[in-house]
């Protein structure tokens, strides 16, 4: 599985940006996928999962309720909506897959990360 994010990008406090990442490959379906940040000087964190199917979904207490995780299997594509940003939302987000979902950072396929700033 080969990952592409894109959507980054800057945006004031209190304000949304929507990320996409594309997956290449046939296993896709089946694939949970997740989104990780990191941001300057911090370990990566996770964010969000969705299962292969859709019917799982767990996000990080910090992101709850204001974030969206959704897949589109029909285009290969997993999405993260982030509504009412906030200045510490600010970091390189990742995409990433595997056959389980999980909140580690121990995923086998990764993005290439896309730059979320938000200003305050």
């Known amino acids: 599985v080969q990952l592409q994010a894109s959507g980054g990008g800057l945006v004031q406090a209190g304000g949304s940006l929507g990320l996409s990442c594309a997956a290449s490959?046939?296993?896709?379906?089946?694939?949970?996928m997740g989104w990780f940040r990191q941001a300057p000087g911090k370990e990566r964190e996770f964010v969000a999962v969705?299962?292969?199917?859709?019917?799982?979904?767990y996000y990080a207490d910090s992101v709850k309720g204001r974030f969206t995780i959704s897949r589109d299997g029909a285009k290969n594509t997993v999405y993260l909506q982030m509504n009412s940003l906030k200045p510490e939302d600010t970091a390189v987000y990742y995409c990433?897959?595997?056959?389980?979902?999980?909140?580690?950072?121990?995923?086998?396929?990764w993005g290439q990360g896309t730059q979320v700033t938000v200003s305050s």
């Open positions: 490959g046939r296993s896709f379906s089946t694939s949970a």
């Open positions: 969705i299962s292969g199917a859709g019917s799982f979904i």
């Open positions: 990433a897959a595997d056959k389980v979902p999980g909140s580690g950072n121990n995923y086998k396929y």
